[in-house]
């Protein structure tokens, strides 16, 4: 683990090449590695040596890339899945069975809602949704004997509610769980949870970290900080021993490796889900500018905000770079150096003006994605929150006039000035 600052880290950790070795990251495009004996395979199996031996589980460009990761989020291990859902999914499923329950802020991603909310209640694992600017004693109500985490975004896709992280981290630890918050929107430039308190973040890469809108992608990063060992009956899985590896316990032989390892071995060997080394390759390249390009979607989307926020056509403005924001307060504690590239607003007359000025713009792409190098925006009372009712997309944060406007890194005239264009003919 490398004490480099944060640019160095997104170009130089993860890959660190020996003699004759190429010096750029390799794909290493093989569902299979070789073995001199039937040994020493045998003990990869068993999880005595580490090594490569199929793809499903590990692969060196994957783990070169979540490593990477890793080091910018300051956590001690990591790991890549194929998708910001799977990246969600397990780093849940890796604590919790039919039986327990979790604790989520209610404005997450709708994704995310809908995997806990629904899919996940499906497996026998239930999920009370929480406001998350709610006062701690209002929140401390949720917790069941039986509630396994406590979950929620830095910022909230699309209702970039910032997240009071050091609320959140006291209210898991003091029930005894960890808080898992999912880093997507903010990315470890703009704020790294572990250094508040959270245990273990992760990431739909697909978004600022890929940055061109080519890989969807997802990644789990350990803080190795939580203590699994003193709430041992709460997390069985990781502190007894697994028959499936001979009686394995994850918190004995791994120590703070435990969390990671227990997804790679149980949930990746059998669920699936690892990304292609080609589309961990290509995130890698995206992660080589992530520094130089989150302050410029900051910068733009700044500059965006406050074009809005003076236009007489538009009935409000959410970003948290405003100083009258709701969230301006947390986003300075949290964030200072920036939140993100992503704006959301309406339009004085609702719902319909909203999507009439949509489909004005000219180079603003309406697309189903955010956080990438080109401005986009859409409507997600339409598209992404279709199957939310209104009230779920109130509680969510979604008015249903909500435009979401993802700022990219154009020149900043050019994206105020389509704006400008669009809102003329409204
Ligand atoms: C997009 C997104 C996800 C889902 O990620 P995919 O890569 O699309 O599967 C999860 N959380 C947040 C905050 C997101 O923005």
Known sequence: MSDYKMETKCIQSGWHPQKGEPR??????????????????????????EGYFYTRLQNPTNDAVAQKICELEGGVAAMLTSSGQAANY????NICEAGDHVVCSSTVYGGTFNLYGATMKKQGIDCTFVDPDAPAEEIAKAFQPNTKALFAETIANPALVVLDIEKFAKLAHDHGVPLIVDNTFATPINCRPFEWGADIVTHSTTKYMDGHAMAVGGCIVDS??????????????????????????????????????????????DLGSIPSPMNAFLLNVGLETLHLRVPRHCENAQKVAEFLNNNEKVAWVNY?????????????????????????????????????????????AIVTHVADARTCVLH???????????????????????????????????????????LATI
Not at 24 to 49: A, C, H, N, W
Not at 90 to 93: D, E, G, I, N, W
Not at 401 to 416: F, K, M, P, T
């Open 90 to 93: 397990y780093a849940l499923f």
């Open 24 to 49: 750029v990251l390799p794909i290493y495009q093989s569902t299979t590695f070789k073995y001199d004996t039937s040994d020493q395979m045998g003990r990869l199996f068993d999880l005595e040596d």
């Open 224 to 269: 190795g900080n939580f203590d699994w060992e003193a709430h041992a009956d709460k997390f069985p899985g990781l502190t007894q021993p697994d028959p499936t590896y001979h009686g394995i316990a994850y918190t004995k032989k791994f120590g703070k490796g435990a969390y990671i390892t227990k997804a790679t071995a149980q949930l990746m060997r």
């Open 320 to 364: 948290a770079g405003l100083p009258d924001n709701k969230y301006h307060e947390l986003a300075q504690k949290y964030m200072p150096t920036g939140t993100c590239g992503v704006i959301s607003f309406g339009l004085k007359g609702g719902r319909a003006v909203s999507v009439g000025f949509m489909d004005k713009l000219k180079m603003i």
């Open 380 to 422: 997600p009372a339409s598209h992404t929150h279709r199957q939310m009712t209104d009230e779920q997309l109130i509680e969510a944060g979604v008015a249903p006039d909500l435009i979401r406007l993802s700022v990219g890194i154009e020149n900043a005239d050019d994206i105020i000035d389509d704006l400008k264009q669009a």
